[in-house]
C-alpha cells in the first residue's frame, strides 16, 4: 500500500496545481472556471499532435502551453468584456458553456483515443522507503507548492494583489478607480491556463490520455479547491496531494480499486455540505 500511496503523489500534484489554479482565479477574479482542465487538456493534446507530425518535444510543450494560456485569456477577455457585472453564479454557468463546447471540438480535433505522453523529465526522480518517485512527480509537487506560497504572498503583500481582490469583488467600481481591469484579468487567466497545461501534461502519462479523461480532471481539482474553502491556498493544494495520495492507495486494495475514482465525487458533496453547514452555524451564532 506504502508503494501505491507514494505513487499517486504524481496525481496528488496535478490535482493541487489544478485546484489552486481554480482557487487563485475564484479569488482574483471571482469565477469558479469548470473549465479549467479542458483548458489544460487542449494545450496537452495540440502538443501531441504537435510531436506526432515530427516536432521535437522542447518546441511542442511550449506551444500546447501557449495553446492553452491563449485560450484561458480568450475566455477571461470574455468574461472581463461582456459579464463584469453578472453574478458569480452567471460567469460560472458560462465556464460550464465552455467545457461542453471544449469538449465537442477537443472529440471532433483529437478523437477518443488514447495517446502516449511522453514525461517531462524522463528517468529523473528519487528513491522514497524504496519506492521512486518519478521526476514528473516531483516537478508537480513543487510547483504546487511554489504557486501557492507565492500567489499568497502576491495576494496580501503587494499592490498588484490588492488590484487584483479589487477586480474579483468591485469590478466596476476598480475599473473608475483607474485599475486596468480587463488587461489583469487577462493576463491572470492566460497564467493559470499555462500552469494548468503543465499540470496536465505531467499527470498524463499515468491515466487514460484522451481529451474526455484529462478534461474531467477537474473533479478532483474541484474537491482539492472546495478542501481549501475555495480561500485557503495551502489547503487546496494540500487537499490535492491527500486526493491523489489515497487515489494511489486505493489501488492496492482489489474491493476498492474499481471505486478509487468515485473518491473526488464524495469529496466535493462532504465539502459543499459541511461549507453549507459552517454558514448555518456562523449565522446562528
Known sequence: MLQASVA??????????????????????????????????????????????????????????????????LLGWAIARFYADSSAQVRTIVTVAVLVGLLAIGFRLFGNDPRTVPSLVPGAGFRLADVVVSGNALIALVLAAAIAVGAGLLL???????????????????????????????????????????????????????????????????????????????????GGVLIGVIEGAGTSVRQLSEYRQVLPFLVVVVALVWLQRREVWDATR
Open 156 to 238: 496580501n503583500r503587494s499592490r498588484l494583489g490588492v488590484r487584483l481582490r479589487a477586480i474579483s469583488e468591485r469590478p466596476v467600481t476598480a475599473e473608475m478607480l483607474g485599475v486596468p481591469v480587463t488587461a489583469l484579468a487577462v493576463g491572470v487567466w492566460a497564467v493559470m491556463g499555462a500552469v494548468t497545461a503543465v499540470a496536465v501534461t505531467a499527470v498524463a502519462p499515468t491515466r487514460p490520455s484522451n481529451f474526455l479523461s484529462l478534461s474531467l480532471l477537474v473533479m478532483p481539482a474541484m474537491a482539492a479547491a472546495l478542501l481549501g474553502g475555495l480561500r485557503n491556498l495551502a489547503g487546496a493544494a494540500l
Open 8 to 73: 499517486g503523489l504524481l496525481a496528488g500534484g496535478a490535482y493541487a496545481m489544478v485546484g489552486v489554479c481554480v482557487v487563485l482565479l475564484f479569488q482574483m477574479t471571482g469565477v469558479l472556471n469548470v473549465a479549467q482542465a479542458a483548458i489544460g487538456a487542449f494545450g496537452t493534446m495540440v502538443m501531441l499532435q504537435l510531436l506526432e507530425r515530427g516536432w521535437g518535444f522542447g518546441v511542442a510543450l511550449p506551444a500546447g502551453v501557449l495553446t492553452a494560456a491563449a485560450l484561458a485569456a
